[in-house]
């Protein structure tokens, strides 16, 4: 199983809504990740978890708060969004967070109304 | 910082003409070089990967990429293309950062092939 899965596809949600993007893996990689992808530019790094320990924060404003509740999965709670956040989220996961390639799952396109 | 030039944003080509898509890196340590592929609609598959070895490396779907040290080049080739191709394609380069290694990507070339 070569999967990286994410849930829900679509979100759309309000300035002053709490939502979670879920993610999961099966493929027992250690690190995970979150990305951001605006329409038609590059996934941008935004958390990345090594162990289920957060390793990386990318400067992300707090309205996103990532969680690793176990090796599998991934979450990424969202709080008081603005619009300029909507994009693509994108999970990815790797053996390591050394030279190893990411796998990544479809993505949850989320828009803020 | 690690960046990645991808020199062409639109390729446009009929069926079976050959592709050649550049990418620079700016690192001058060692990294690892990645072209990955998002079809319309689809996630982001991984096309190739070089580690180490043989500069030249063969992928999935008839593509192929060179790691050029001295030009800090990994451009991507395929000699013939199909309308199937058409997609977006990334280079990506994995160089260490703070502690872990980072993948930066290019900003992306969007093919389009005719039929």
């Known amino acids: 199983d070569t999967e990286v899965t994410q849930t829900p596809k679509h979100l759309v949600m309000g300035m002053t809504n709490k939502k979670s993007l879920k993610c999961e893996q099966h493929?027992?990689?250690?690190?995970m990740y979150w990305y951001k992808q605006k329409a038609k530019k590059p996934p941008e790094l935004m958390f990345v978890?090594?162990?289920?320990?957060?390793?990386i924060n990318e400067s992300v404003p707090s309205r996103f708060s990532p969680e690793c509740p176990n090796s599998s999965l991934l979450n990424l709670h969202l709080h008081a969004l603005q619009p300029e956040d909507s994009a693509l989220y994108l999970c990815?996961?790797?053996?390591?967070?050394?030279?190893?390639?990411?796998?990544f799952g479809p993505g949850t396109r989320l828009t803020v109304t | 910082a690690q960046s990645v030039s991808q020199h062409n944003h639109h390729v446009i080509l009929s069926e079976a003409a050959s592709l050649e898509l550049g990418c620079n890196y700016s690192?001058?340590?060692?990294?690892?070089l990645f072209w990955y592929v998002q079809y319309p609609g689809q996630h982001l598959q991984l096309l190739l990967k070089?580690?180490?070895?043989?500069?030249l490396v063969k992928g999935i779907k008839g593509f192929e990429a060179e790691f050029i040290k001295s030009k800090f080049s990994f451009n991507l080739r395929k000699p013939s293309v199909q309308w199937s191709d058409t997609a977006e394609y990334f280079c990506a380069v994995n160089a260490p950062y703070t502690g872990f290694q980072k993948l930066v990507f290019g900003t992306g070339t969007r093919l389009l092939v005719s039929p």
């Open positions: 990815a996961s790797s053996l390591g967070t050394g030279t190893y390639e990411q796998y």
């Open positions: 978890y090594s162990y289920e320990k957060l390793s």
């Open positions: 070089y580690f180490s070895g043989d500069p």
């Open positions: 690192y001058g340590g060692t990294v690892n």
């Open positions: 493929m027992g990689h250690r690190a």
